[in-house]
């Protein structure tokens, strides 16, 4: 199973970015997936995930309200919409697959390879 990431790039305090991630090798629908974040100097976080038909969805406090994540299972493509961006969301950003849509980054088993987002005035 691959995992391929996009999306990132140098964005102003208050604009919006999608990433996108597809997954390839698999039956995509058969995996819980989640966007997770690194920022420099600091551990992996949990941002938000979505159940495997995408019925149920879960943030971050920090993210609750600005960041939606979808997917299309068509597609085999997983998303994150995030508006209001701060230079606190400055981070790879990660997508990841797994058994279940778990907060913890240890419960996925296939991660992309990031995508980085810089949040900058």
């Known amino acids: 199973v691959q995992l391929q990431a996009s999306g990132g790039g140098l964005v102003q305090p208050g604009d919006s970015l999608r990433l996108s991630c597809v997954v390839s090798?698999?039956?995509?629908?058969?995996?819980?997936m989640g966007w997770f974040r690194q920022a420099p100097g600091k551990s992996r976080e949990f941002v938000a995930v979505?159940?495997?038909?995408?019925?149920?969805?879960y943030y971050s406090d920090s993210v609750r309200g600005r960041f939606a994540i979808s997917r299309d299972n068509d597609k085999n493509t997983l998303y994150l919409q995030m508006n209001g961006l701060s230079p606190l969301d400055t981070a790879v950003y990660f997508c990841?697959?797994?058994?279940?849509?778990?907060?913890?980054?240890?419960?996925?088993?296939?991660w992309g390879q990031g995508t980085q987002v810089t949040v900058s005035s």
């Open positions: 990841a697959a797994g058994p279940s849509a778990a907060t913890t980054d240890d419960r996925y088993d296939y």
């Open positions: 090798g698999g039956t995509f629908s058969d995996f819980g």
């Open positions: 979505i159940s495997k038909k995408g019925f149920s969805t």
